[in-house]
């Protein structure tokens, strides 16, 4: 089975400035998916940013980006000029490309703290 | 398009009934998951539907069980409520063949006493 964890149970970051989150997992497989999910305190999940395992060129959207490295099973997620909006509980998530459907693997989140 | 809709929102109940959630996935989604969510398991995958067929199941005692409709529509339904039931119920939807999107509902906060 999958694990994804997450080892930073909070993390505070000034507005502006860069703040990283970490992410690793365990699987035995080689083709899957990643993702970050910001979870605000509406609880509404939504989707950050997604990786394929089999791409090598880290994913980029606008202010967020990861490092993904596969031989370590570690997959970080970077943003930078971080905003208020910014500020919510994010996780990291674990697909396999498989028969196993929809089916995510979740870390336990990371809640993150914009300061003003 | 609409987005994915849960309902209730909010919902009490008393140990030993049972109740039904549903989630109406985006339209030409075809693919429905349920997940809990409490803060001491965190994010639990419950179950998966696609096509009225039960694709894929988490580990949760058989008082969990699910269904989904013709239209995609699913209800989750979980009899002889417990109080360690009280979570954030999040179904997600998905064009099958889509591995990127799975799109939130806003959830149903069940409170069990």
């Known amino acids: 089975a999958q694990t994804v964890t997450q080892s930073q149970p909070e993390m505070s970051v000034q507005e502006a400035e860069t703040v990283t989150l970490s992410c690793t997992y365990d699987?035995?497989?080689?083709?899957?998916?990643l993702f970050w999910y910001k979870q605000p305190p509406s609880r509404q999940m939504i989707l950050v940013i997604r990786?394929?395992?089999?791409?090598?060129q880290n994913a980029t959207e606008n202010r967020f980006s990861v490092n993904f490295q596969k031989a370590a099973k570690s997959f970080s997620l970077k943003i930078s000029d971080s905003q208020l909006g910014d500020a919510a509980m994010y996780f990291c998530?674990?697909?396999?490309?498989?028969?196993?459907?929809?089916?995510?693997?979740f870390g336990e989140g990371t809640q993150l703290t914009v300061n003003p | 398009k609409a987005g994915v809709t849960q309902t209730p929102r909010y919902l009490i109940k008393t140990r030993g009934q049972q109740v039904t959630l549903s989630c109406s996935p985006i339209s030409g989604h075809r693919s429905v998951s349920w997940y809990q969510q409490t803060p001491g398991q965190g994010l639990q995958f419950l179950f998966e539907?696609?096509?009225?067929?039960?694709?894929n199941k988490g580990n949760f005692p058989g008082r969990f069980s699910g269904r989904q409709f013709s239209n995609s529509r699913s209800e989750m339904n979980v009899s002889t409520l417990e109080l360690g039931d009280s979570a954030l119920y999040l179904c997600?939807?998905?064009?099958?063949?889509?591995?990127?999107?799975?799109?939130f509902g806003p959830g149903t906060r069940l409170t069990v006493t």
């Open positions: 990786q394929e395992a089999y791409k090598q």
């Open positions: 997600a939807s998905s064009l099958d063949g889509q591995p990127y999107e799975q799109y």
């Open positions: 539907y696609f096509s009225e067929t039960q694709r």
């Open positions: 699987t035995s497989e080689s083709d899957y998916y």
């Open positions: 998530a674990y697909r396999s490309q498989g028969t196993s459907g929809s089916r995510l693997t």
